[in-house]
Nanobody, 126 residues
C-alpha cells in the first residue's frame, strides 16, 4: 500500500495549487482518504477527507470554501484543489488512507489512518 503526494510549491497569497495523492496497492474506492498538514512547530492537523463509506467530504473550518477535495477513481487519485491561499496555509501536506472497514468517522485525527504518503511542501509567500 503506497500513497504518493505531489503538487506542492511556492505560490503567492491569493494563488492556487492542486495537490494529488496517487494510491497504489489498494483500490482507493474502498478507503477513506484524508489530507493533513503540519507547519513548523505545530501539530499535524486534518484539513479534509473524502469518505467512501458515506460518499461525503469534510473540511476544516479554516479551509471551507477555499479547498475542494475530489476523487478520480479511474486514476486512483485524490486531489486537493486549494484556492485563495494564505500565508498561514504554509505547511507540509500529507495524504493518508484508512480502509472503510476500520474508518470510524474521526477523519480529523491522524490516528484514524493506517497509511501515509510522504509530504509535499506548500509555501505561500510574496
Amino acid at each position: 500500500v503506497q500513497l504518493q503526494a505531489s503538487g506542492g510549491g511556492l505560490v503567492q497569497p491569493g494563488g492556487s495549487l492542486r495537490l494529488s495523492c496517487a494510491v497504489s496497492g489498494f483500490t482507493s474506492v474502498d478507503y477513506a482518504i484524508g489530507w493533513f498538514r503540519q507547519a513548523p512547530g505545530k501539530v499535524r492537523e486534518g484539513i479534509s477527507c473524502f469518505s467512501n463509506s458515506d460518499n461525503s467530504t469534510y473540511y476544516l473550518d479554516s479551509v471551507k470554501g477555499r479547498f475542494t477535495i475530489s476523487r478520480d477513481n479511474a486514476k486512483d487519485t485524490v486531489y486537493l484543489q486549494m484556492n485563495s491561499l494564505k500565508p498561514e496555509d504554509t505547511a507540509v501536506y500529507y495524504c493518508a488512507a484508512v480502509s472503510d472497514n476500520y474508518y470510524s468517522g474521526s477523519w480529523y485525527y491522524a490516528y484514524e489512518y493506517d497509511f501515509w504518503g510522504q509530504g509535499t511542501q506548500v509555501t505561500v509567500s510574496s
